[in-house]
């Protein structure tokens, strides 16, 4: 384990066998679709990369997107788009994958500017939720896991762009954010 995480709460074995059960409940959803799968960079990176093997779709195409809500431990509300699609999503199904929903108000933001485009549908699967964190009223059509209100990192998930690289998923220790 990294020397700066308290304890493990996702192992690499438990994400990927949560992407195999999302991937085929998202395949039996989309079949018949052609789904754009958008990844919010960078925390999403690592749970598209993984999720993607286990969708089995012929025509699925994916694209990144770059907000910013978040600096250090706690939430701004204000979200602002860094790097917005490299291609129209109108009239398409856009499926948006998140690393974790905390207050909402990312996600909320992000879904607004995805129906402007005139996508035929916005669903949302996060790897993780924080439901005790919740400031608006929003949650993910496929879910990961639920975990209680503590600062995770690892798979994707940073603290000042730290940490992103771990297989799993664990509790940074206190003392290096306090
Ligand atoms: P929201 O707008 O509050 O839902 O913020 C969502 C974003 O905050 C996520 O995409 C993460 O980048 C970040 N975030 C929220 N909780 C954590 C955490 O426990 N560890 C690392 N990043 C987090």
Known sequence: MH???SKIILTNEQ???????LGKLI??????????IVS????????????????????????????????GTSSTREVKVLQDLRRSVEGRHVLLVEDIVDTGHTLVKVIE????????SVKIVSLLNKEDRREVDIHAD???FEIPNEF????????????????YIGV???EIYK
Do not use: W
């Open 15 to 21: 994400i990927v066998q949560k992407c195999k059960e």
């Open 152 to 167: 995770v990192v690892g798979f994707g998930l940073d603290y000042n762009e730290k940490y992103r690289h771990t297989s």
């Open 27 to 36: 395949t039996n959803d989309y079949k018949d679709k052609s789904p754009v």
């Open 40 to 71: 919010l960079l960078k925390g999403a990176v690592p749970f598209m990369a993984e999720l993607i093997k286990h969708i089995d779709i012929d025509d699925l195409e994916l694209d990144f997107m770059d907000v910013s809500s978040y600096s």
């Open 3 to 5: 020397k700066d995480f």
């Open 113 to 120: 500017l995805i129906k402007d485009k005139k996508a035929e």
């Open 172 to 174: 940074l220790k206190e």
């Open 142 to 144: 496929y879910l990961g």
